[in-house]
């Protein structure tokens, strides 16, 4: 499967940006999808998952009630919402898939797209 993250761009501090995961290649229930973010200095960071239905979400205590993850199986394609940007949300955002339900742990994932930039200025 491919997978393809756009969305990214240069935002203030209490703003928001959506970013999107087209995948293809493969069937898109398939697959549950991940978000993870990586800053300079930083391990890859874990934000959230959503299952293969798309019934199912779970998220990083440090974005839960600021990020939405949702997909949209029509589109193939998943987002995630992003409100409140803080500067310390600046990073590189990946979108990755795998057959495993919510699977959290970057290394686990099969599947991943390129990154998109997120740059939250203060």
């Known amino acids: 499967v491919q997978l393809q993250a756009s969305g990214g761009g240069l935002v203030q501090a209490g703003g928001s940006l959506r970013l999107s995961c087209a995948t293809s290649g493969r069937t898109f229930s398939e697959f549950s999808k991940g978000w993870f973010r990586h800053a300079p200095g930083k391990e890859r960071e874990f934000l959230a998952a959503?299952?293969?239905?798309?019934?199912?979400?779970y998220y990083a205590d440090s974005v839960k009630g600021r990020f939405t993850i949702s997909g949209d199986n029509a589109k193939n394609t998943v987002y995630l919402q992003m409100n409140s940007l803080k500067p310390e949300d600046t990073a590189v955002y990946y979108c990755?898939?795998?057959?495993?339900?919510?699977?959290?742990?970057?290394?686990?994932?099969?599947?991943w797209g390129q990154g998109t930039q997120v740059t939250v200025s203060s």
């Open positions: 959503i299952s293969w239905t798309g019934t199912s979400t």
């Open positions: 990755a898939a795998d057959h495993r339900e919510l699977v959290t742990v970057a290394d686990e994932y099969d599947y």
